[in-house]
């Protein structure tokens, strides 16, 4: 229901509760006419005590559930009421949470984009610095003997001897 048909029923139940109170008292049984379980209706009858605040009136129990009906509309409409309020404060909320979450999603998606733009960036640096490393390997390679100058019985490559595994460095000079 929107707000204005909450306040058209609030209204309608306050003027039938008004012109049946005026009347003799109609029971309203609350299992049988409205179609609930004992215990749904035992829960109904004490909110309802809760909500007249009426000392006189005894706790609610499952050996009576019969209300009267124009209480059950004024208690019906106090409930429209109380939802009418409610949501109309959520609908004046609203807007600005909408807002502050638009602005935070888009706070997001931007974030994200710097991040691809640095990902894409230290990806590129990478592939840059493998290019390069494999160049330096192919200047080592012209530059070492076929034949390991440590054991002189290895084949050279650029992981090192591949019987010794030794690995000629910046400092060593060819034998």
Request: glycine fraction near 4%.
């Amino acid at each position: 229901m929107t707000p204005i048909e909450m306040k058209l029923s609030k209204c309608l139940l306050n003027l039938a509760s008004n012109e049946f109170s005026s009347h003799c008292c109609n029971d309203l049984d609350l299992v049988n006419d409205i179609g609930i379980t004992p215990d749904e209706a035992l829960e109904l009858k004490k909110a309802m005590y809760v909500w007249q605040q009426d000392p006189e009136i005894t706790e609610p129990s499952l050996d009576n559930l019969y209300t009267i009906d124009w209480l059950a509309m004024m208690y019906i409409s106090h409930k429209i009421d109380v939802d009418c309020a409610e949501r109309i404060r959520l609908l004046e909320i609203l807007p600005g949470t909408h807002k502050s979450l638009f602005d935070r999603v888009q706070e997001i998606i931007h974030i994200s984009i710097d991040r691809l733009r640095i990902l894409k960036t230290l990806e590129a640096e990478r592939d840059e610095a493998m290019k390069r490393e494999a160049k330096l390997r192919e200047k080592i390679m012209k530059l070492m003997p076929d034949f390991c100058p440590v054991c002189e019985g290895g084949r050279m490559t650029s992981d090192g001897c591949s019987q010794c595994n030794w690995l000629m460095g910046e400092n060593d000079e060819l034998l």
